[in-house]
C-alpha cells in the first residue's frame, strides 16, 4: 500500500531530490506519539523506495537496508528533500544544511508500471 497522497505529498522534484510534505491529520500521528508526533522511521524506509521508484520509472523494493541513521526526529509539520542517489539516501531540511536520516540500501527492479 503507498503512502503517497495520504501520508505525504510531493512538493517538488528536481537534481536535489524530492521536496514532500506530510498529512498532519493523518491517524499514523495519533499514535506515533501523543502530544509529540514524528515520521515511523519505517515510513520514511518506504517513502524512500516508493521515490527510487518514481526516479527510475520502476518498481524498486529495498532487499537490504546498512548504515541507518536517524539523526533527528521528522516531524508532521515539516517539509523535507529526500535525496536518492547511487543507493544512499538522506533525508534533509529545506535549507539541505540539516541531516534528518540517511542510509544505504541494496535493492531490485521489476519492469511492472510504476503507480
Known sequence: MSLRNSLYFIVD???TGFTIRFD???????GHFPGHPIVPGACLIQIAEEL???QLGQTVRFTAIRNL???????????IILS?????????DLSLTEIYAQFAATYLCSHSDVQ
Open 52 to 54: 527510487a521508484s518514481e
Open 69 to 79: 541513521k536517524f539523526r533527528q526526529p521528522v516531524t508532521p509539520d515539516m517539509q
Open 84 to 92: 536518492i542517489r547511487d543507493g544512499k539516501v538522506t533525508v534533509y
Open 13 to 15: 522534484s528536481n537534481d
Open 24 to 30: 498532519a491529520s493523518h491517524p499514523i500521528f495519533s
